[in-house]
């Protein structure tokens, strides 16, 4: 049997998603769960990208350090500068095994128009930084780095003798793992596998293969399995296939295929396997689609709402007869389980506390309080309390956490024959100020039905109006978290800086569809407000 690594990199290409950010206790869940699921390497960040970041990954690798993350081992980003190379020694110095995942460009309309380098440049800053990582040293002698991972990011348009010169700088300089990304989406399986074989000859030697695809033509996951029949002993993916713009190959659907199609895919006649428990899948994909507000297409393989489901009459006979007839796997397989009924209104908090740490959240004592405050409001709205409902609330609590401004009230007019018109209040935190004296501002503010006119007195508040920048509205929806007349409403909003293009989402749960809006609205508002106080920071991997 053949073993193919998992290489996760939800915390830092998923994070690449636009709107999407992970706070530092927002990773350390997802590497917990991550490592429960069973993933051999997780891309903890890229600590040269913000002190944020590196605290983040510095976060999880005391975690490694301390045992909490089993053997998963942590891995850090780099680009080819030296400056970035010691950010990532220092975040995953804890770590019980950790990796420095070091990348340049080289295809040639990168290296001419993104890093305007010529060839030669290119390959000698790959000798230097490489080895670089190679040799750096912790206080104690230790290496800086239980291994080098070299990317060369758009390889599948770089000219393959290029490519393959470059590989040879990284493997001369130490890097044990080349990976080879398709960083646009571009490449096709036969071609991929052409790709790779082609490389392996050129450059001979014991380093190992990793591939990291993304799905801009559909095909991510689809090339990561052609290069692992073909020798890739490691696939690069993410949870639900977040990443930048069509995302990554995602990862539930690498390990079902290797596991359902284990006759199929083969590497010369014989099996792939992995370590990831695929019954744990369906819980991390719900914790990363709660933490990272991205909910999960309905059609999405093996994890969408409807993966399971069969509509069609001649389906549902088919599947009440025998259930191989249109079933591939089996629900159970994944770790998916009937919604279950779990609190209701006389639940306590220590109930309430203990479920959510079961969902995978660790919310401080604080947040626990906050978070089961809007239960308990909710529950006595709503008969019964799933743990969707749960994950809606924490969900909410987590986008809402240490924002400037908080609903009070607000009052709407709307009907078929009048403008709608929306009156807000809102509290206006100031820390000089004392809990029950803060500042409350309200304003009025038309527009075309009552959730536009609400989100413009929003802004006029905020100063998003013009006065103090503007923003625009990129994406809102409404979806009912579970069924009935009584479900919660969880609002998801989207909005853009209208001068940095920078993307802000909020979420808002409440049994009143308006109020979950402006809730929603409010949490993308406040961290758009956040950025104009504290420039925020700068993430992307552009040089
Ligand atoms: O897509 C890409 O090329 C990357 C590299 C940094 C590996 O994410
Ligand atoms: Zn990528």
């Given amino acids: 049997m053949i073993d193919i690594q998992i290489y996760d990199t939800t915390l830092r290409d ?27 390497i997780l891309e903890a960040g890229f600590p040269a990208s913000s002190p944020g970041d590196a605290e983040a990954v510095a976060d999880i690798a005391r975690a490694s350090g301390e045992g909490r993350l089993g053997d998963m081992t942590v891995s850090a980003l780099a680009r080819m500068l030296k400056a970035d190379v010691d950010a990532a020694a ?70 393959p003798d290029f490519l393959a010169e470059a590989v040879r700088c990284a493997v001369d300089g130490g890097a044990e793992i080349v990976n080879i990304p398709d960083t646009v989406g571009y490449t096709t399986p036969d071609e991929f596998r052409r790709i790779l074989t082609d490389l392996r000859e050129k450059v001979p030697g014991s380093w190992r293969l990793s591939v990291h695809c993304h799905n801009d033509l559909g095909m991510a996951v689809a090339n990561s ?12 993916c993410t949870v639900n296939g977040l990443g930048e713009r069509a995302g990554n190959a995602a990862m539930e659907e690498i390990v079902m295929a290797l596991r359902v199609r284990r006759d199929a895919l083969r590497r010369n006649g014989e099996e792939m396997v992995c370590r990831v428990d695929p019954r744990e899948i369906t819980e991390t994909s719900r914790l990363v ?49 009937a919604n279950t009924i779990v609190l209701g209104k006389l639940s306590g908090r220590h109930a309430f506390a203990d479920r ?39 969900g909410e609590y987590l986008d809402s956490r240490e924002g ?29 100020c004392a809990d029950g004296e803060q500042p409350v501002v309200t304003e009025a503010a038309p527009g075309e039905g009552p959730v536009d006119a609400a989100f413009n007195a929003v802004n006029r508040i905020a100063g998003a109006d013009g006065t103090l920048g503007r923003v625009e509205l990129i994406s809102y929806g409404i979806t009912a978290v579970t069924e009935g007349t009584d479900a919660l409403g969880e609002a998801k909003v989207k909005i853009r800086d209208a001068e940095s293009g920078t993307v802000f989402s909020g ?29 925020g920071s700068s993430r992307g991997t552009e040089e």
């Fill in 90 to 159: 220092k975040a995953v110095a804890e770590a019980r095994r950790s990796r420095l995942h070091i990348f340049i460009a080289t295809s040639d309309i990168h290296l001419e128009y993104k890093l305007r380098i010529s060839r030669e440049e290119c390959l000698s800053r790959i000798r230097e930084c490489v080895a670089y990582g190679r040799n750096l040293c912790r206080e104690d002698g230790h290496p800086a780095f239980d291994e080098v991972e070299f990317s060369a990011e758009d390889a599948t348009r770089t000219d």
């Fill in 225 to 236: 399995l052609a290069a692992a029949e073909c020798g890739a002993e490691q696939i690069e």
């Fill in 356 to 394: 959510t740490a079961q969902l995978g959240y660790t919310l401080d004592a604080a947040g626990i309080d906050a978070a089961f405050a809007r239960f308990k409001e909710i529950a006595d709205k709503k008969s019964v309390m799933t743990d969707d409902d749960i994950r809606a609330i924490v």
């Fill in 14 to 40: 998923g994070e690449q998603t636009p709107g999407v950010h992970f706070g530092p206790r927002q990773k350390l869940d997802i590497a917990f769960r991550l490592a429960r699921t069973g993933v051999d």
């Fill in 404 to 432: 400037k401004y908080y609903l009070e009230t607000f009052q709407i007019q709307s009907g078929n024959h009048i403008r709608a018109m929306a009156l807000v209040s809102l509290i206006a935190k100031d820390p000089g």
């Fill in 507 to 535: 979420r808002g749960v409440s049994t009143d569809v308006i109020k979950a809006s402006i809730k929603a609205y409010l949490g993308a508002i406040n961290k758009w407000t956040a950025m104009r106080t504290d420039s």
């Fill in 289 to 337: 689609a709660s933490l990272s507000g991205i909910a999960v297409a309905p059609n999405k393989a093996v994890v969408g709402a409807n993966a399971f489901a069969h509509a069609s009459g001649i389906h549902q006979h088919g599947v009440m007869a025998a259930r191989g007839t249109y079933e591939i796997m089996k629900p159970e397989e994944i770790g998916l389980n």
